[in-house]
């Protein structure tokens, strides 16, 4: 498989579960982003993350919790959230150095928090 | 002052007229600059990029970069209603591999 791919495409949890969000990407890229994407809201950058060390957390409440194992992996565990985190979590990844090469997608998650 | 500003519409475009879509920034020294596509419920989607001052063409997508004005637009000829979507200006260059997104324009093409 190639690109970057996200799992799982949908997620339905109550305010008391925990689930993470998976990120896989086959590019090479050595650096991967987590965002935040409201209903007609901007991309909000949550994470990132340069050759598996975080670079960036952009204030982002605590039951947020990312993981990079290594370049090709991201997680998001999430625990105890509030409705208001429902939203399409999105993953992208890019070469990170440099000029600013553009980032590659993933197909994002749509999380419902009930 | 937002760095990216973009419109956020929507604009809407009779079929096969042309779009255009405008940007600023506010980091001079950004080096980088990108279109994004994305669809309703879809992820971004990446529709060109572009680095010097000047135009870029690629099929019916022209980027256009002016950075003594800190200014780029997209312009989309004959346009289709598949080209109905929100358009996400992204600046980048100044903050390693990190870009910067605009709020994004939607764009209604009307048959």
């Known amino acids: 498989e190639t690109g970057v791919t996200q799992t799982p495409r949908h997620l339905v949890m109550g305010m008391t579960n925990k689930k993470s969000l998976k990120c896989e990407q086959h590019l090479g890229h050595n650096a991967m982003y987590w965002y935040k994407q409201s209903a007609k809201k901007p991309l909000e950058l949550m994470f990132v993350y340069n050759f598996k060390e975080q670079t960036e957390n952009n204030s982002v409440p605590s039951r947020f919790s990312p993981e990079c194992p290594n370049s090709s992996h991201l997680f998001l565990h999430l625990h105890t959230l509030q409705p208001e985190d429902s939203a399409l979590y999105l993953c992208a990844s890019s070469h990170g150095q440099g000029k600013g090469y553009g980032y590659t997608f993933g197909s994002g998650t749509r999380l419902t928090v009930v | 002052q937002k760095e990216v500003e973009q419109n956020s519409g929507p604009l809407s475009v009779p079929e096969g007229a042309i779009a255009s879509l405008n940007c600023t920034y506010s980091d001079r020294g950004s080096q980088s600059f990108f279109w994004y596509r994305q669809y309703s419920g879809k992820s971004p989607e990446l529709i060109m990029f572009i680095y010097s001052n000047g135009d870029k063409e690629d099929g019916r997508f022209t980027a256009q970069l002016n950075k003594a004005s800190q200014y780029v637009s997209l312009l989309i000829r004959d346009s289709q209603p598949s080209d109905s979507a929100t358009y996400l200006c992204?600046?980048?260059?100044?903050?390693?591999?990190?870009?910067?997104f605009g709020q994004g324009t939607e764009l209604s093409v009307k048959p």
């Open positions: 992204a600046v980048g260059g100044n903050q390693g591999g990190k870009l910067i």
